[in-house]
């Protein structure tokens, strides 16, 4: 275990009982917890408090209380930026959302299933907005039937709703009802807890209800520097050794390695995962020699490229975003190379490309020998070696493979793959060929030549085709 997740010194099991946090075995979630609010004054001085008060007095012209809850809060708490805006109201939200985005400019989309949906907001010159979207949820309280199915759902009130949440940091509210603005609601004294930087569980059943939010655990202590307190650490190991991951499906738990491969410390994650079995319990997968040192790598070229690019300083290079080089990935090519040693079946709801990049850096001990030993190739040769392979593949194996295959890839990434010629289809008509197999074959020649120097205009390029076509005609 890493030291961000060891158990937290202060994590005192009694504690926690005593502020009705832990419920007992059996209860369902949310609902009955907390059942006495505590609203106060808030805390912090708000940014986009014009926005906020904006979006209460939307909700309260449906006649319904509105809240800013869960990430955003505990990061207002923190003092750090939070990309999000999660919007609760307690009742009409699907009216909520459209009125939002009618009045802000944007397109709103409702799941009714799970009483959820996302503004999206158009682009607007409005850089006040935080994000460029709000996600809009009725406060719900959820109840499991069994241990990591998806809950059964019903309308609670936002304590109700705090209470179905993953953890004490994750479950407070700052109501936006005009009026009322800027009340704390802290049913589960996640302030306290967000103050001594620890993790814990609501109640006893946590993760067992949904165990996916093991991997959760493990990612929000990491990301805060937490630690997770000793009763939560005790369930969550106790809930790997019953296996209760395995029950989980290939494609929650691939969502939750997807949202570990876009934070800035993904590899001390990855590291507190394997450490503690999450996996192994899951799949009964156990890394691979060289893995980690695989997935360092990774991270380290990753941290190359955002910076060659001007990434803003606090920015993470991990996370997706147009200012990394075009084509690069960096947390699409993590869970490329995560999958390419993961026992991936055809349950996996993954893309075509992806499977076919995890594939191809799975079989990258079967790459070309010549690529592998030969630091002197031709460019014809590099080319030919490694034409035909995904793209988010070789941009991994340029960073996991030694020298001096890394170099081949590299200079076939960065120049040979654009290299072109200007002679068509047409162009091998006009000169009295049929069409055929032989095409493909002396447009090949022609860019072989093309790429080795030995012709390197137009007028070269044709001179080739027609000494090509001749020899093909003389046959
Ligand atoms: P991030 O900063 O990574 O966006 P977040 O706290 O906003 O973190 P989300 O995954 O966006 O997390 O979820 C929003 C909120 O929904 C969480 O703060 C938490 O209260 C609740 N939540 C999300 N997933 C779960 C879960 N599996 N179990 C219980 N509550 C959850």
């Given at each position: 275990?890493?030291?961000?997740?060891?158990?937290?010194?202060?994590?005192?099991?009694?504690?926690?009982?005593?502020?009705?946090?832990?419920?007992?075995?059996?209860?369902?979630?949310?609902?009955?917890?907390?059942?006495?609010?505590?609203?106060?004054?808030?805390?912090?001085?708000?940014?986009?408090?014009?926005?906020?008060?904006?979006?209460?007095?939307i909700a309260s012209r449906?006649?319904?209380?509105?809240?800013?809850?869960?990430?955003?809060?505990?990061?207002?708490?923190?003092?750090?930026?939070?990309?999000?805006?999660?919007?609760?109201?307690?009742?009409?939200?699907?009216?909520?959302?459209?009125?939002?985005?009618?009045?802000?400019?944007?397109?709103?989309?409702?799941?009714?299933?799970?009483?959820?949906?996302?503004?999206?907001?158009?682009?607007?010159?409005?850089?006040?907005?935080?994000?460029?979207?709000?996600?809009?949820?009725?406060?719900?309280?959820?109840?499991?039937?069994?241990?990591?199915?998806?809950?059964?759902?019903?309308?609670?009130?936002?304590?109700?709703?705090l209470g179905r949440r993953?953890?004490?940091?994750?479950?407070?509210?700052?109501?936006?009802?005009?009026?009322?603005?800027?009340?704390?609601?802290?049913?589960?004294?996640?302030?306290?807890?967000?103050?001594?930087?620890?993790?814990?569980?609501?109640?006893?059943?946590?993760?067992?209800?949904?165990?996916?939010?093991?991997?959760?655990?493990?990612?929000?202590?990491?990301?805060?520097?937490?630690?997770?307190?000793?009763?939560?650490?005790?369930?969550?190991?106790?809930?790997?050794?019953?296996?209760?991951?395995?029950?989980?499906?290939?494609?929650?738990?691939?969502?939750?390695?997807?949202?570990?491969?876009?934070?800035?410390?993904?590899?001390?994650?990855?590291?507190?995962?394997?450490?503690?079995?999450?996996?192994?319990?899951?799949?009964?997968?156990?890394?691979?020699?060289?893995?980690?040192?695989?997935?360092?790598?990774?991270?380290?070229?990753?941290?190359?490229?955002?910076?060659?690019?001007?990434?803003?300083?606090?920015?993470?290079?991990?996370?997706?975003?147009?200012?990394?080089?075009?084509?690069?990935?960096?947390?699409?090519?993590?869970?490329?190379?995560?999958?390419?040693?993961?026992?991936?079946?055809?349950?996996?709801?993954?893309?075509?490309?992806?499977?076919?990049?995890?594939?191809?850096?799975?079989?990258?001990?079967?790459?070309e020998d010549g690529l592998?030993?030969?630091?002197?190739?031709?460019?014809?040769?590099?080319?030919?070696?490694?034409?035909?392979?995904?793209?988010?593949?070789?941009?991994?194996?340029?960073?996991?493979?030694?020298?001096?295959?890394?170099?081949?890839?590299?200079?076939?990434?960065?120049?040979?793959?654009?290299?072109?010629?200007?002679?068509?289809?047409?162009?091998?008509?006009?000169?009295?060929?049929?069409?055929?197999?032989?095409?493909?074959?002396?447009?090949?020649?022609?860019?072989?030549?093309?790429?080795?120097?030995?012709?390197?205009?137009?007028?070269?390029?044709?001179?080739?085709?027609?000494?090509?076509?001749?020899?093909?005609?003389?046959?």
């Open positions: 275990m890493t030291k961000s997740v060891a158990p937290a010194g202060a994590g005192r099991p009694s504690d926690l009982a005593g502020r009705g946090g832990l419920k007992s075995k059996g209860q369902t979630s949310g609902g009955k917890a907390g059942t006495v609010p505590k609203a106060v004054q808030s805390p912090f001085s708000l940014p986009n408090r014009e926005l906020l008060e904006r979006l209460g007095q449906l006649g319904t209380r509105s809240f800013l809850v869960g990430g955003p809060v505990r990061d207002l708490l923190l003092g750090l930026p939070s990309p999000d805006l999660d919007v609760a109201v307690e009742d009409r939200s699907r009216e909520f959302g459209a009125d939002v985005a009618k009045e802000l400019g944007g397109r709103f989309v409702y799941h009714s299933r799970f009483l959820t949906g996302t503004v999206q907001l158009l682009s607007t010159p409005d850089s006040r907005l935080p994000s460029s979207h709000i996600d809009v949820t009725q406060t719900r309280a959820e109840t499991y039937e069994r241990p990591a199915v998806l809950p059964t759902v019903r309308p609670a009130s936002i304590v109700g709703d993953d953890f004490t940091i994750n479950s407070m509210a700052l109501e936006l009802t005009p009026g009322s603005f800027g009340a704390f609601i802290d049913p589960f004294d996640g302030r306290a807890d967000v103050t001594q930087h620890r993790v814990r569980v609501l109640h006893a059943r946590s993760f067992i209800d949904d165990p996916t939010r093991i991997f959760r655990c493990i990612r929000f202590a990491t990301r805060l520097g937490f630690a997770i307190e000793q009763q939560t650490l005790d369930l969550m190991r106790s809930a790997v050794e019953q296996r209760l991951p395995a029950f989980l499906t290939p494609e929650r738990i691939l969502y939750e390695l997807r949202l570990i491969c876009a934070e800035p410390l993904v590899l001390p994650m990855v590291e507190a995962l394997i450490h503690e079995h999450v996996l192994k319990a899951a799949w009964r997968w156990t890394p691979p020699r060289g893995f980690l040192s695989g997935m360092k790598k990774l991270v380290r070229q990753a941290k190359s490229l955002g910076t060659v690019q001007g990434a803003d300083p606090g920015d993470s290079p991990l996370r997706d975003s147009p200012r990394t080089v075009p084509g690069f990935r960096p947390a699409e090519l993590l869970f490329i190379y995560w999958l390419s040693v993961l026992p991936v079946t055809d349950r996996f709801p993954i893309r075509k490309e992806e499977r076919e990049a995890a594939e191809a850096v799975a079989a990258a001990a079967r790459l592998k030993r030969k630091p002197k190739l031709k460019p014809s040769a590099i080319y030919q070696a490694l034409r035909g392979m995904p793209e988010s593949a070789l941009m991994i194996l340029a960073a996991l493979e030694p020298r001096p295959a890394a170099r081949h890839i590299k200079t076939f990434l960065d120049e040979l793959r654009h290299v072109s010629i200007s002679v068509t289809g047409a162009d091998l008509r006009a000169a009295g060929l049929k069409p055929g197999p032989a095409y493909r074959e002396i447009l090949d020649k022609l860019l072989f030549a093309r790429l080795d120097g030995k012709i390197r205009t137009v007028t070269e390029e044709h001179e080739l085709l027609h000494r090509l076509a001749a020899r093909r005609k003389n046959i």
